[in-house]
């Protein structure tokens, strides 16, 4: 390390590629966000087109996902789901319109 004293220049070119590494982490994040964020609409989607699970139990009994999700009475195998959902849709992060078709343009 020098003993020259650092100037506010040589500071600001050195946080300058922190700052641009930073950008970039930031744009894959979002990028990585919306997909997860699309994909969880898709099985939301899924899910509102239809009753539920047959045959989830093994035991050929239907599942209805009012009993799946949460407060039902085997929310724990979608509670995390539902979690998630949650948090994607509150996001501040722009995103494609709610109730888009997945793969629509």
């Known amino acids: 390390m020098s003993d020259t004293p650092r100037t506010d220049a040589d500071i600001f070119i050195a946080s300058g ?20 964020r ?8 899924l899910m509102d087109e239809s009753q539920g699970v047959g045959g989830l139990h093994m035991n ?8 799946l999700r949460t407060g039902g ?3 724990e195998w979608l509670v995390a789901f539902d979690d998630a959902l949650n948090a994607a849709r509150g996001s501040n992060i722009s ?11």
């Open 60 to 67: 050929g009994d239907f599942a209805p996902w009012s009993e």
């Open 95 to 105: 995103r494609e319109p709610r109730g888009s078709a997945p793969g629509a343009a």
């Open 17 to 36: 590629g922190q700052r641009v590494a930073t950008l970039q982490l930031t744009k894959q994040m979002e990028a990585e966000l919306a997909v997860a």
């Open 73 to 75: 009475r085997f929310e």
């Open 38 to 45: 699309k994909g969880l609409e898709a099985v939301a989607s």
